[in-house]
């Protein structure tokens, strides 16, 4: 626990991380400033754990002790800006950090009191307060970056000044006493439902993250990907594809899968002849798509459960689907690429042994532990301390893979580390909820939202699209699907969607985000790798990840995908028709099918896929005559050129 470092790396990837991910740029300390940071990292997830377990203290001086942590060793860890000493601790921060601790703990040294006088507080209350908001937007803007912070201050202020506004927007005004109340001694602003669902739910499977990561799970998906698709054509692009959907289950940040499967992937699909922004952009798309991929989705699947009242384990079966899709949608694209460009697969000596990747599966026990304890009805909480309880157990199985104390300290103090980050987005997110609390804005926009578009669902879809992508584009996942499921997904409910497709549709784009151009942080992370372009890498990884752009609109239109009021039948035509169309869509975007296509078959071709894409049985027979007819003719074309191969083969 000496010297403070993120789980290893190497120093390019930890270059990377700090570039285009705000939470992985720490100052690293070493000697007694280490150990100190690490131990008191560590003792934050030992709280987390201790009091998972046995029962907590009541819920503000809880989430009072959980925040206080956070922004303490915020505050020690992350400099205020992108430069200067990383490995010294200013003055400034050490008091910023104290002062936070104290201010963040309020509720725990006044609980009695500030009970006693609600809604009548005192002076002190309020400026302790106001410490409280203004040292969790700072430190928010050091984690997170400065999009939250302008977004929850704009909230802020919009409680403060909304009854100068005109139109559906104005109301009748709070002062400041009033939205501090709401926002520090209320359960509905920084200790609302954010913070909470981090303090019971996120960190613990943060912390099991750490402990899979610690244990070699990581670098065994890489050679279990490898083994499974590395021969096929097209090998490295499709290993991508597949280590990132199963580095998902272990990371909430699509930078950080970016960075830490990349740096493996990356290079082996350059070598082999991939395009250095195509290279870039499977990447991308990839590990993106890892938040959706169940069991363990990215954090706001926690915050899903929590406002829509839906078990999480239901939720993670209502994405399983779309989620395959999804990487469907991907393998497709760069299965094609392979067949156009002519790249092979790995051969035997760039494979792994297969008989020594067999014999390292008991890794994967711990991921069947939760997905066993899930599907038996066990609480997430429970199914994440058994994740962990199982993780440690099976590092024993071996010597290489074996904790030792400082392995299990590190372990704890990775963890915490890794929930920084969360801490910060849903303390700074829970005033954007305090607001629309206390306003009514909620409510307002979604009328506002369904009179712009004149009622029509379509329309409604596209705009609640479009804020989700615009607010992705500088903010996490958590906060972005915080701020949209609060003010976007109502009018979706309205137009009578089902509650867990109007949720998951905000949760979906909020996450494309990362690979949507200008700002794709994903992508160039990926290019910085690669090498190549950063807005072409965007554009590529967004190419790529068609799907996510598509089957949002299908499971609203389709709730059949989601397992919503369907039977088996229905569920399976949907699937069916919907992978048909990804192939179609793919075609179109790649160009090439059997044979390279005309530009009017690549036209022809992704509107037949979209039309299977679509719901219903005109589109559906639409889409696969149209798809036949184009598949007969590419046929006629080649049947007597010997030099071509069937494009479907090898998949």
């Known amino acids: ?150 977004i929850a201050s704009l909230f802020l202020l919009y409680a403060l000044f909304g009854g100068f506004l005109p139109g559906f927007l104005q109301h009748r005004g709070y002062d400041w006493d009033r939205v501090i109340g709401q926002m520090v001694f209320t359960t509905e602003g920084v200790f609302g439902t954010p913070l909470q669902v981090s303090a019971k739910f996120i960190f613990l499977f943060l912390l099991f993250g750490a402990f899979l990561e610690r244990t070699g799970v990581g670098a065994y998906f890489n050679d279990l990907s490898l083994a499974i698709a590395g021969r096929r054509v097209g090998g490295p692009a499709k290993v991508t594809v597949f280590s990132s959907a199963l580095q998902g289950t272990i ?64 939720i993670a079966l209502a994405a399983a689907i779309p989620a395959a899709l ?113 306003t009514g804005l909620g409510l307002k926009f979604a009328n506002g939202l369904i009179d712009l578009s004149g009622g029509i669902l379509l329309l409604t879809l596209f705009l609640t699209m479009i804020s989700s992508i615009l607010l992705g584009m500088g903010t996490p996942t958590t906060a972005n699907y915080i701020i949209t499921a609060t003010i976007a997904a109502p009018a979706l409910v309205q137009l009578d969607v089902p509650i867990l497709a109007a949720h998951m549709f905000a949760f979906y784009f909020g996450i494309v985000a990362d690979i949507t151009p200008p700002v794709a942080l994903a992508a160039f992370a990926a290019a910085g790798i690669a090498g190549g372009g950063p807005i072409r890498t965007g554009i590529e990884s967004s190419k790529l990840a068609i799907a996510a752009f598509l089957i949002p609109y299908v499971f609203v239109l389709s709730p059949e995908l989601l397992l919503i009021d369907a039977t088996w039948y229905e569920t399976l035509i949907a699937v069916l028709t919907a992978t048909v169309g990804m192939f179609g869509v793919g075609a179109g975007m790649i160009g090439f099918w059997f044979r390279p296509l005309r530009w009017w078959e690549r036209v022809w071709a992704a509107a037949a896929g979209l039309s299977l894409i679509v719901p219903g049985w005109l589109t559906d027979s639409i889409g696969i005559g149209s798809l036949l007819v184009i598949a007969l003719m590419q046929w006629t074309d080649i049947r007597n050129k010997p030099g071509h191969s069937n494009a479907t083969q090898e998949m």
């Open 1 to 150: 626990m000496g010297n403070f470092e993120s789980i290893p790396s190497a120093p390019d990837q930890n270059e990377l991380l700090a570039k285009y991910d705000p939470e992985s740029r720490v100052r690293r300390f070493a000697g007694a400033k280490g150990w100190f940071v690490g131990a008191w990292l560590a003792a934050f997830s030992i709280y987390q754990v201790v009091f998972s377990i046995f029962p907590a203290p009541p819920a503000q001086q809880h989430l009072s002790i959980h925040l206080a942590f956070g922004l303490g060793a915020i505050y020690l860890l992350f400099p205020p800006g992108k430069r200067g000493d990383r490995g010294k601790l200013p003055l400034y921060d050490a008091a910023l950090a104290m002062l936070a601790v104290a201010a963040a703990a309020y509720w725990v040294y006044h609980f009695d009191g500030l009970v006693s006088r609600i809604g009548n507080y005192s002076a002190v209350d309020y400026a302790a307060g106001a410490v409280v908001v203004l040292l969790v937007l700072e430190a928010a803007r050091r984690v997170v970056g400065v999009p939250i912070v302008v």
């Open 251 to 314: 990371s909430g940040s699509s930078v950080a899968n970016v960075v830490m499967s990349g740096a493996f992937t990356i290079p082996m699909m350059k070598r082999l002849g991939y395009r250095k922004e195509f290279a870039g952009g499977v990447e991308a798309a990839s590990s993106t798509g890892g938040q959706i991929m169940p069991p363990i989705m990215g954090a706001a699947a926690f915050l899903m459960a929590e406002f829509t009242g839906i078990e999480y384990w239901s």
């Open 326 to 438: 999804y990487f469907a949608g991907i393998w497709i694209m760069v299965h094609l690429e392979a067949r156009r460009v002519g790249l092979r697969g790995l051969n035997d000596e760039e494979m792994p042994d297969r008989w020594e990747v067999l014999k390292r599966s008991y890794l994967l026990l711990p991921i069947v532990v939760i997905i066993v304890s899930l599907m038996m009805g066990a609480s997430p909480i429970r199914a994440a301390l058994y994740g962990i309880a199982s993780s440690i157990a099976v590092s024993f199985f071996r010597k290489d893979t074996r904790l030792t104390v400082t392995d299990f300290f590190r372990t704890l103090r990775d963890g915490a580390r890794s929930a920084l980050g969360v801490v910060a987005a849903t303390a700074a997110a829970g005033m954007v909820v305090g607001t629309v609390t206390l």
